[in-house]
């Protein structure tokens, strides 16, 4: 079953705030991925992380990997309506398989103009 | 160009049909999966595929099959379909072993089961 907590699951913003949403598990995972999900679209990545205490940023778009390893955080800074959408995290469980990676539920972002 | 095509984008089945959703890369990705979305339950792996010939359950497999003839395709098919099926779903498929670098996404199926 799922392993990753997200939050909040729904956010309403108006536009030119930031918004924070994390990531938390009780397990360590190697790395941290956040995608994006538009409407009627598939999840699209934002950015990945592979460090504990790695920082990144992509645009507005600025990412954390815990230093404990089980969490993670995304920011959006002065949000705009094409934010508009599901965030997902998702991570790689250390010890687990390569191949997999594990989903968050995802964080629904409205933005108002 | 180049990525993850899936066909049909939209689908309407009645209770107990059967049929087979398509899956089709362009980038020699070696493993690709399938993903069914819920409202409130996130992305959840139904099969998985590491290569030609192999492929794996997910978390949720039961009522859908898997091939992996080619490298390229990676057919879903609902056996039966039934009205908990009704759901997005979305092929997935990564260069890499590493699922660390990420997946790319097909723009998804909605499947509705009458």
């Known amino acids: 079953g799922q392993q990753l907590n997200q939050s909040p699951q729904s956010m309403f913003i108006q536009e030119g705030e930031d918004v924070s949403m994390n990531c938390t598990s009780s397990?360590?995972?190697?790395?941290w991925l956040w995608y994006k999900q538009d409407p009627g679209e598939g999840p699209v990545l934002l950015i990945a992380?592979?460090?504990?205490?790695e920082l990144t940023s992509n645009g507005r778009l600025t990412a954390q990997f815990g230093i404990t390893r089980k969490d993670s955080f995304l920011n959006i800074s002065a949000s705009i309506p094409s934010d508009v959408g599901i965030y997902f995290c998702?991570?790689?469980?250390?010890?687990?398989?390569?191949?997999?990676?594990?989903f968050g539920k995802g964080t629904l972002l409205t933005v108002n103009p | 160009n180049a990525g993850v095509t899936q066909t049909p984008k939209f689908q309407v089945l009645k209770t107990g049909q059967s049929m087979t959703l398509q899956c089709a890369q362009d980038?020699?990705?070696?493993?690709m999966s399938w993903y069914r979305q819920d409202p409130g339950m996130g992305l959840r792996l139904i099969h998985y595929?590491?290569?030609?010939?192999?492929?794996d359950q997910g978390e949720v497999p039961n009522g859908y099959n898997v091939s992996r003839s080619t490298t390229e395709d990676f057919p879903l098919r609902l056996l039966s379909a039934a009205p908990s099926q009704t759901s997005v779903y979305f092929c997935?498929?990564?260069?890499?072993?590493?699922?660390?670098?990420?997946?790319?996404f097909g723009s998804g199926t909605r499947l509705t089961v009458v």
């Open positions: 997935a498929s990564s260069y890499s072993s590493f699922s660390g670098y990420g997946y790319t």
């Open positions: 397990s360590i995972f190697n790395t």
């Open positions: 992380l592979y460090k504990a205490g």
């Open positions: 998702a991570g790689q469980l250390s010890g687990g398989s390569n191949y997999k990676l594990t």
């Open positions: 980038m020699n990705h070696e493993y």
């Open positions: 595929s590491v290569g030609a010939g192999i492929t």
